[in-house]
């Protein structure tokens, strides 16, 4: 005898929470599996993170800690968010679990290169941003300082401001991956893209002001790719575009 309609509800809706809590659960472990591998290694870490401004500081000049605890959760802090910067495809790969089983086949066969290209662009973005951004932006900001003043950089303040650079630089480099999703769902056209590449422009120089240092240096180091993303944006959506005689959109499809 199968059970009224609002106790199937209700029992579908258990289901997927406690399925969301396994992929929850696992995603958790993940991280923390990285992290307790990572923990022997904070010093060397920090080390490697902190290398892009003591190359431009006079030798043997180090961090100073303003918090007698800085010293130590300032590696602590940096070994979590690489932890969770290296599980992102098993985050990924737990969220992908979750929601595949309710997506149409052409919806699969359009996400999966939508993630693997969303982590290749965030990894790609902070090395970026490691490699050329920062040691640019220091040599920078400690060439034209003023002689009356000596940088001393406090641990935490440091990883602070990296950490919201590899951000910045991470997510900004998703843009073609967002461009690419817009098309799909017929929010927009390669041509109206092409058409407001202007106010893209204009809005790409804002953002990098905004998500950057004041210093002329990496605003301009993540304005540029970001006006070249965006183009690989437009071009990557002409294969996305919904077929003229297909009325059905993306999140819509009966394949």
């Not at 965030?122 to 050329?132: D, E």
């Amino acid at each position: 005898m199968s059970l009224p309609a609002d106790e199937q509800a209700e029992s579908s809706l258990l289901e997927h929470l406690l399925e969301l809590r396994a992929r929850l659960l696992r995603g958790i472990i993940g991280v923390a599996v990285v992290m307790a591998c990572l923990l022997p290694f904070t010093s060397k870490l920090y080390n490697w993170v902190a290398l892009p401004l003591l190359s431009q500081l006079p030798v043997g000049q180090t961090f100073i800690a303003v918090n007698p605890t800085g010293a130590f959760f300032a590696p602590v802090k940096l070994a979590l968010f690489v932890s969770v910067f290296l599980a992102a495809p098993w985050l990924l790969y737990q969220a992908w679990s979750f929601v595949a089983p309710g997506l149409y086949q052409r919806e699969k066969r359009l996400a999966i290169p939508l993630l693997v290209s969303a982590v290749l662009l965030f990894y790609i973005g902070c090395a970026f941003a490691y490699f050329g951004v920062l040691p640019a932006m220091f040599h920078f900001l400690t060439t034209f300082k003023p002689d009356a003043i000596s940088i001393t950089p406090d641990a935490t303040t440091y990883l602070d401001l990296v950490t919201v650079i590899f951000l910045a630089f991470g997510f900004c480099f998703e843009l073609p991956v967002a461009l690419v999703i817009l098309v799909a769902l017929g929010v927009v056209t390669p041509e109206q893209l092409k058409e407001g590449r202007g106010y893209a422009i204009v809005g790409v120089f804002v953002i990098a002001a905004l998500l950057t240092p004041p210093d002329v240096v990496s605003q301009l180091m993540l304005a540029v790719p970001m006006c070249l993303l965006y183009e690989a944006g437009i071009i990557a959506g002409r294969w996305v575009v919904p077929r003229p005689g297909d009325q059905r959109r993306f999140g819509s499809s009966e394949e």
